[in-house]
Nanobody, 114 residues
Framework: QVQLVESGGGLVQAGGSLRLSCAAS?????MAWYRQAPGKQRELVAT???????TYANCVKGRFTISRDCAKNTEDLQMNSLKPEATAVYYC???????????WGQGTQVTVSS
């Protein structure tokens, strides 16, 4: 069982930046960030494979950057030009070395004030 621990959430004004980090307790495959706003379904924000290939939701392209350090089993999400609609709980997700295994972090709150 792999444990994921997120950090870096907080309160920021619109237009500001935040950096989220996620640390896995063991080796993992693809990593991702999801978010869930109040009253809405959880949505995929970005993914990063071990080979550093990345994908982004259209609404964050050009403003968010996902990265990872495979040696340290960590991933980061740099969020720039934040908008109030980015307010949500952000979750780290990782696939195990056996891809069918999926792990979630406990979530970290991001609040963007207008």
């Amino acid at each position: 069982q792999v444990q994921l621990v997120e950090s870096g959430g907080g309160l920021v004004q619109a237009g500001g930046s935040l950096r989220l980090s996620c640390a896995a307790s063991g080796a993992v495959g693809m990593m991702a960030w999801y978010r869930q706003a109040p009253g809405k379904q959880r949505e995929l924000v970005a993914t990063v494979r071990r080979a550093a290939e990345t994908t982004y939701a259209n609404c964050v392209k050009g403003r968010f950057t996902i990265s990872r350090d495979c040696a340290k089993n960590t991933e980061d999400l740099q969020m720039n030009s934040l908008k109030p609609e980015a307010t949500a709980v952000y979750y780290c997700q990782a696939r195990g070395i056996i891809p069918q295994n999926k792990y979630w972090g406990q979530g970290t709150q991001v609040t963007v004030s207008s």
